[in-house]
């Protein structure tokens, strides 16, 4: 069975940095295709990537926060952390993560994915 | 960026009706593909990935279709278990993105 659970604080002040942690189990994020992305989603609002993190440590982020966001991954402890730095009420969201997984080509897709974490972002 | 625009953004149906959703992609994204379901406070879940393919588990009146820019989410007869939001995302290029969501209510 994989799952992943994300954790953090659930509140914090703006200009702080946020960190947060999805550790997961059942699948290793050293299996070749394999990733880990976060993805948040504001209260009443879509979903947004924000980052993901390759098998080979490979990186991508979303290109409007990018200057804001580092993803890291511990293979070793099954841990993938994201760290968002500056941050300001409009951040208020559940931040998940979630697997990454290839198929055939260039075919690749999010699942499963975690409970969520939802933070505030308030003085 | 690859703007993925669902319709309709809302849409009310009877159970055992059949539903439609469409996504459209700025630019072609092949059959890169995928169209997540979410319920009220939970988590995204994967029904279909790479445009057609039925993610193991999820019931057979889901069904995807396109290619290219043009895509659909059918439902062929729903359930009440299937009113949620659902979402498209394209993962041809980074930035990932996805739709802005289609909500199914019960009429």
């Known amino acids: 069975q994989i799952t992943l659970k994300e954790s953090g604080p659930t509140l914090v002040k703006p200009t702080q940095t946020l960190t947060l942690t999805c550790t997961f189990s059942?699948?290793?994020?050293?299996?070749?295709?394999?990733?880990v992305a976060w993805i948040r989603q504001p209260p009443g609002k879509a979903l947004e990537w924000l980052a993901l993190?390759?098998?080979?440590?490979?990186?991508r982020y979303s290109p409007s926060l990018k200057s804001r966001l580092t993803i890291t991954k511990d293979t070793s402890k099954n841990q993938v952390v994201l760290t968002m730095t500056n941050m300001d009420p409009v951040d208020t969201a559940t931040y998940y993560c979630?697997?990454?997984?290839?198929?055939?080509?260039?075919?690749?897709?999010?699942?499963?994915w975690g409970q969520g974490t939802l933070v505030t972002v308030s003085s | 960026d690859i703007q993925m625009t669902q319709s309709p953004s809302s849409l009310s149906a009877s159970v055992g009706d059949r539903v439609t959703i469409t996504c459209r992609a700025s630019?072609?994204?092949?059959?890169?593909l995928n169209w997540y379901q979410q319920k009220s406070g939970k988590a995204p879940n994967l029904l279909i990935y790479?445009?057609?393919s039925l993610q193991s588990g999820v019931p057979s009146r889901f069904s995807g279709s396109g290619s290219g820019t043009d895509f659909t989410l059918t439902i062929s007869s729903l359930q009440p278990e299937d009113f949620a939001t659902y979402y498209c995302q394209q993962t041809y290029s980074t930035p990932i993105t996805f739709g802005q969501g289609t909500r199914l209510e019960i009429k």
């Open positions: 059942g699948f290793s994020l050293s299996t070749s295709g394999v990733g």
């Open positions: 993190i390759y098998w080979d440590d490979d990186k």
């Open positions: 630019q072609s994204i092949s059959s890169n």
């Open positions: 790479a445009a057609s």
């Open positions: 979630a697997r990454r997984r290839s198929g055939s080509g260039w075919h690749n897709w999010f699942d499963p």
